[in-house]
Structures are given as C-alpha cells and as structure tokens.
C-alpha cells in the first residue's frame, strides 16, 4: 500500500518541475519580449571594441544608431569608436549628441576629455574630467579589475583623476618646465564604458 508521504513527495516534486518549467519560460520570453532595439548591434560592437577592431566596431555602431538614434550608450559608443579612428571632429560631434542627450552621463564626459587630451587640448579636457568626477565620482576608480581582464590590462591604467592631478601639476609650473603629454603614459589612457 502507498504510503502518503510518498504520494505528498511525488505531488510536491511535480509542482515544483512545473513551477521551475514556467519560470524559466517565462524568463526566456521576458528576455525576448522586452530586449531593447538594436541590442544585437550594439553587443556586436562593444564586442569589436574590446577586441580592438575600431572599424568593426563602428559599423555596428552604425548600425546599432540606425535602429536606436536617441541611446546614449550607442551614440556614445560611435564617439569612442571613431576617437580610436583618429576620426576626431566627427567623435566631438557624437560625444556633444551623447551630452545633449543625457547631460548627466559621465562618461561621455570622461571620453571626450581623453580626446580633447589626444589632441593636446589639455585645458578643455580638464574641464571635461572635473565635469565627468562631478557627475560621477565613481569614475575616478578607473577600471574595474573585471574590465581589466575583459580587456586584457595587465598594469592599472591611469585614471582620469590621475590625469587631471597631473596636467594640474604641470600646469603649475612654469610653461618651460611643463610636459602635458607623455606618450607612452598618454596612450595607456582607457576609453570609459558603461
């Protein structure tokens, strides 16, 4: 003869298959359901860019843009991608769209402050990082040991707080005594991502 406690467990154990089964399509179909426009070109992107495919990663930004042109995060993405392209006056362009778009995203602030530094505008970059550390100051922790090994930083890069407190130093001194720009220092300057 059954034993109740038999008939409650194999009760129990299938109300808990079915919930799980629900709950994991219910999972699936919410993923699906809600994925935001233009996700898959933007992850095809940032995959590129980590990879230090700068083209690759414009195009999908592109693309990404295409499909979503009020995302900050694409927009400011297509900027990063075209700073590594040398593509300088364009990136100002979609850093100032990213900015316009949401006045409080540090990191387009960030970025277009490491650009303004490529070009050797050090003054415009110092407002830019004390404007990104004033909207963020999470950001003066640099990257996080993760995206460092994402990306495969072997040495902490500086940070844009190490930026700015060196081109404060520098520029407290006089013009003669002043380096603004070290490359072997300057190029280890990460982009910012979010």
Same mark, same amino acid.
Not at 97 to 105: E, P, T
Not at 114 to 128: C, F, G, P, S
């Given at each position: 003869?059954?034993? /109740? ?8 154990? !299938?109300? /808990? ?25 933007? /992850?095809?992107?940032?995959? $590129?860019? !980590?990879? !230090? ?20 995060? @694409?927009?400011?993405? *297509?900027?990063?991608? *075209? ?7 364009? $990136? ?11 006045? /409080?995203? $540090? =990191? ?12 050797? +505008?050090? !003054? ?58 070290? =490359?072997? @220092?300057?190029?280890?300057?990460? +982009?910012?991502?979010?």
């Amino acid at each position: 003869m059954p034993n /109740s406690n038999d008939n409650l467990y194999s009760i129990l154990v !299938k109300i /808990s298959v079915i919930l799980t089964v629900l709950f994991s399509g219910w999972l699936i179909w919410e993923h699906f359901s809600n994925r935001p426009i233009a996700t898959n070109e933007y /992850s095809a992107a940032n995959k $590129a860019f !980590k990879d !230090k495919h700068y083209e690759l990663a414009y195009k999908n930004y592109v693309k990404a843009y295409n499909l979503n042109d009020q995302d900050v995060y @694409i927009i400011e993405g *297509l900027a990063r991608s *075209l700073m590594e392209l040398k593509r300088y006056e364009e $990136a100002i362009d979609y850093f100032n769209l990213a900015i316009n778009n949401d006045s /409080s995203f $540090a =990191p387009a602030y960030a970025n277009l402050g490491v650009l303004y530094d490529r070009i050797e +505008n050090h !003054k415009k970059a110092m407002e830019l990082y004390e404007e990104a550390l004033r909207l963020d100051s999470e950001i003066a922790k640099g990257m996080h040991w993760l995206d460092r090994l994402l990306y495969n930083v072997q040495e902490v890069p500086p940070t844009i707080q190490d930026r700015l407190e060196y081109l404060k130093t520098q520029y407290s001194l006089t013009e003669a005594e002043r380096i603004l720009s070290v =490359p072997e @220092i300057d190029r280890d300057q990460p +982009n910012y991502e979010r």
